[in-house]
């Protein structure tokens, strides 16, 4: 199985971890949630797979978190849900899923728990921070 990136390319965190996955050999399926939201169970099973909860999964930074009162307690998981089917943004990027699992890869490095360093070889993120140095 291919990994499977939902990406935002304005998203540094995101265009880390695609860059990451590419690096490591991988052709990722990209899909541009914003312009592509997931299903409501493809979102389901993300967050289920993933071992976060609904609330864990929510983006607050540059969405509409707030005017809808989301951090009062009395929304349930389907109507968290609901609000992210309405407003994609809310759901925060990048999921990816491999053939090891699925994480929310924030920050990028989560990635390697689902894929092999070894794949990846030395990294350097976008803003110079090292993820994975250079052997030698």
Same mark, same amino acid.
């Given at each position: 199985?291919?990994?499977?990136?939902?990406?935002n390319? +304005?998203? !540094? =965190?995101?265009r880390?971890? %695609?860059?990451?996955?590419?690096?490591?050999g @991988?052709?990722?399926?990209? &899909?541009?949630?914003?312009?592509?939201?997931?299903?409501?169970?493809?979102?389901?099973?993300?967050?289920?797979?993933?071992?976060?909860?609904?609330?864990?999964?929510?983006? +607050?930074? !540059? =969405?509409?978190?707030?005017? %809808?009162?989301?951090?009062d307690?009395?929304? @349930?998981?389907?109507?968290? &849900?609901d609000?992210?089917e309405?407003?994609?943004?809310?759901?925060?990027?990048?999921?990816?899923?491999?053939?090891k699992?699925?994480?929310?890869?924030?920050?990028?490095?989560?990635?390697?728990?689902?894929?092999?360093?070894?794949?990846?070889?030395?990294?350097?993120?976008?803003?110079?921070?090292?993820?994975?140095?250079?052997?030698?």
């Amino acid at each position: 199985m291919n990994p499977i990136i939902y990406h935002n390319p +304005k998203c !540094g =965190t995101s265009r880390n971890t %695609l860059a990451m996955l590419k690096q490591a050999g @991988t052709e990722p399926e990209v &899909i541009e949630y914003l312009k592509t939201p997931p299903s409501r169970e493809t979102l389901e099973k993300l967050i289920k797979d993933s071992g976060l909860t609904v609330r864990e999964i929510l983006r +607050k930074k !540059g =969405t509409p978190y707030e005017d %809808l009162g989301l951090d009062d307690e009395k929304w @349930t998981d389907t109507q968290l &849900i609901d609000f992210i089917e309405e407003h994609p943004i809310l759901m925060n990027r990048p999921f990816v899923t491999t053939d090891k699992g699925t994480r929310l890869c924030r920050p990028s490095d989560v990635l390697l728990e689902i894929l092999d360093e070894e794949q990846i070889g030395a990294f350097t993120k976008e803003d110079g921070e090292i993820v994975i140095p250079a052997k030698g």
